[in-house]
């Protein structure tokens, strides 16, 4: 606390100006009214120069009294030094005009003004100085009665007079005493509880300090978790809305993983179709093999048997009638199996497609698509040797024909004939035979095909029951993701709820 805001340094101010003024007016006053009771002839006793010297003296005492206020009171600050000097110039100055107009008047009755000036002492609340008013008063009344005779009573109360005086001076110096000293003791406590409240205060200044900064803080922590939280809740309606679009995609794989997987099923329907058929060709192939080396056998023994050959021409041209019908089942089944081919080029092309577009998951599934379509173009090329092989069957078989019927006309050619005719039957049995191993290599590739088939159909079973779990956790992700875009929001409002009470915790500390 600063000192000159002090309420004890505060009264010493009010008290030492109060008291300057009234002893100044006071010792005017006494000058004036002795002066006029002189002028008026009341006291004759009295000579002018006494009168003279003692308002001089007020007059010097006055001037003083106003230089050391001036000292003592300076633009508001309050120089204690200066202040305890000039109370014991009062106290100076005091017994002196007390004596002076003790001795100067000749009254019994003034030295009882004496109380006059220790009360205005008093006033300071200075129980020292109040102690030394007391007994310089009363070394001063026993002087005055020893050196005054003016003031002593008459001589027969003498005794009583002194007896009453020193009960007076005894009474009213305690009474001073007593006053100076409980006033003392209270503006002491007024003191300690001003300072007990500076202290308070200042704690309070404190903790609204504190507090303030504290609204400050949380006030910028508001704003800063405002931001975040406004921030998240644009993130998130972002995530929501993005995943929203990834679900939608994802349902649009999902169905279109289904139809992959319908048409896989029909292509393994077709495939273990062709497998079939493969078998069946085979078989056929087989059973031609083994009719040619019997055609092979007798037209070996055509040569030794001519006579026969008639008969066995007729046999031999419906043998051939059978192998043309034969051979156009054989044109239908390498029709069928081409037809399929190219279908599973396609198809694994699709599938290539597709499984590149699944990224990562889909790259096993490429090799297999791949290895697939190359299968299917080996087997077109296949089918092309196969067809010209075929269609050269289809040719011997037209010759084989037209040897048949010339052999009717001709008997007489029969033996070339004849032996053209078994060397072209075992050109045609190796042919058959040729065309039996591819048939069989066709098989044994139609069987691999299968296989892959059914591994890419179980394959895509697996891809559309992972993409239906997946699809089912980013349903329950995007769950997660809407209750945090709201928990976002309520975060938001909070924070600025908690804003608006720092700032009124701001303006109710200001």
Do not use: C
Not at 197 to 217: G, M, P, V, Y
Not at 451 to 479: A, C, M
């Amino acid at each position: 606390m600063r000192e000159d805001t002090n309420t004890i340094i505060d009264y010493q101010k009010k008290t030492l100006k109060f008291v300057l003024i009234i002893y100044s007016i006071s010792g005017l006053l006494a000058a004036t009214t002795f002066s006029v009771m002189k002028y008026l002839g009341l006291y004759s006793s009295i000579k002018w120069l006494d009168l003279s010297l003692f308002g001089l003296l007020i007059i010097v005492e006055s001037i003083i009294f106003y230089l050391m206020h001036r000292k003592t009171v300076d633009n508001g600050n309050f120089n204690k030094k200066n202040f305890n000097i000039l109370k014991y110039i009062i106290f100076i100055m005091t017994f002196i005009n007390y004596l002076y107009l003790v001795f100067m008047i000749p009254s019994k009755e003034l030295w009882m003004s004496i109380f006059y000036f220790i009360i205005l002492g008093a006033l300071f609340l200075d129980v020292k100085l109040n102690i030394a008013f007391i007994i310089t008063g009363i070394i001063s009344q026993i002087a005055i009665f020893t050196f005054n005779s003016n003031t002593l009573p008459s001589e027969e109360l003498i005794i009583q007079e002194f007896v009453i005086r020193a009960i007076i001076i005894t009474l009213t110096s305690f009474g001073i005493f007593i006053f100076t000293l409980f006033a003392s003791n209270i503006l002491n406590q007024i003191q300690k509880r001003e300072e007990e409240l500076a202290n308070n205060n200042q704690k309070i200044s404190n903790i609204f300090n504190r507090t303030s900064e504290f609204a400050d803080s949380l006030l910028d922590s508001s704003k800063m978790v405002s931001t975040i939280a406004e921030e998240e809740s644009t993130a998130m309606q972002e995530i929501a809305y993005t995943s929203d679009n990834v679900l939608q995609s994802s349902n649009s794989m999902l169905d279109k993983s289904k139809k992959n997987t319908n048409i896989l099923d029909e292509l393994l329907s077709e495939n273990e179709s062709i497998h079939n058929k493969t078998n069946n060709s085979r078989s056929i192939a087989l059973e031609l093999i083994e009719k040619s080396n019997k055609n092979e056998i007798s037209l070996n023994e055509a040569s030794n048997i001519m006579n026969k050959i008639k008969e066995r021409i007729e046999f031999t041209f419906d043998a051939t009638r059978k192998l043309q019908d034969k051979a156009e089942e054989v044109d239908e089944i390498l029709v069928i199996i081409g037809n399929i081919a190219e279908q599973t080029n396609l198809l694994a092309l699709n599938a290539s497609i597709e499984a590149a577009r699944a990224g990562e998951s889909g790259r096993g599934f490429v090799v297999v698509a791949e290895e697939i379509r190359k299968l299917a173009e080996n087997t077109k090329h296949s089918l092309k040797d196969v067809a010209g092989i075929t269609t050269e069957l289809k040719t011997k078989i037209s010759d084989v024909e037209d040897l048949m019927t010339n052999n009717n006309n001709h008997i007489t050619e029969g033996n070339n004939i004849v032996g053209d005719t078994v060397h072209n039957v075992k050109d045609m049995i190796s042919e058959l035979k040729d065309f039996t191993e591819t048939i069989k290599n066709i098989n044994v590739m139609t069987k691999g095909q299968l296989n892959k088939t059914k591994e890419i159909v179980n394959f895509n079973e697996n891809i559309y029951e992972n993409t239906e779990s997946t699809i089912g956790e980013f349903n329950t992700l995007i769950q997660s993701i809407q209750q945090s875009a709201a928990m976002s929001e309520e975060l938001s409002a909070n924070a600025e709820n908690l804003k608006d009470i720092a700032v009124q915790m701001n303006e109710l500390i200001k």
